[in-house]
């Protein structure tokens, strides 16, 4: 837990029935929620606000899943003989060249991922796993959802942040 370090005082609070819990305004790190993933996924990061690709590697064509060296681009961990069992997972980038426009890794396959968003009475996935034979779970268009207390194999998490304003500024002096 963030803050005196007891579990209860983290980045959400419970403002329900233990199942319904809302962000801390001051969090430092947390799940994101739906829209945070689908835009660190799939936005085109070009200034314009409804541009977004259909897959999460920047781009609107069908990802494959070839491990090669060097990564050619627009390839994503699904279909299970991406590598070798008997966990098919990838490491974190290990599609070099497949990031989305912001940066991230492995949004498309390799495990579903949570996100803070409910829907009906389940938590939201997105992303597809390694398992997963079917492109489709990859497009931006798809949304999956599972209850938490049925987790399994498949299944991860990413955490975000929001840069401190110092590190911000100590980046943008490293660009100058």
């Known amino acids: 837990g963030q803050g005196d ?3 209860e005082s983290g980045a959400y609070i419970n403002i ?3 199942t319904t819990f809302a ?3 001051d969090a430092k790190w947390w799940v994101p929620s739906e829209d945070e993933w689908y835009k660190a996924a799939y936005h ?3 200034g314009a606000t409804g541009n977004y690709w259909d897959y999460p590697t920047g781009t609107n064509a069908v990802p494959s899943n070839q491990l090669l060296a060097p990564d050619p681009g627009n390839n994503a961990n699904f279909n299970r003989y991406t590598s070798d069992g008997p966990y098919y997972t990838t490491e974190v980038g290990e599609f070099e060249n497949s990031e989305s426009p912001y940066g991230t ?3 498309g396959g390799n495990l579903w991922e949570w996100n803070e968003t409910a829907i009906g009475s ?3 996935l997105r ?3 390694w398992r997963n034979d079917l492109s489709k779970y990859l497009h931006g268009a798809y949304r999956n959802g599972l209850d938490p207390a ?3 194999s498949l299944i991860g998490f990413r955490v975000a942040t929001v840069p401190e304003p110092s590190t911000l500024a100590l980046l943008a002096a490293g660009v100058i």
């Open 23 to 25: 962000r801390q305004p």
């Open 105 to 107: 890794f492995d949004q």
């Open 127 to 129: 992303g597809s796993s």
């Open 16 to 18: 329900g029935n233990q």
């Open 44 to 46: 085109k990061n070009d």
């Open 150 to 152: 049925d987790e399994g």
């Open 5 to 7: 370090g007891d579990t």
């Open 122 to 124: 389940s938590r939201g």
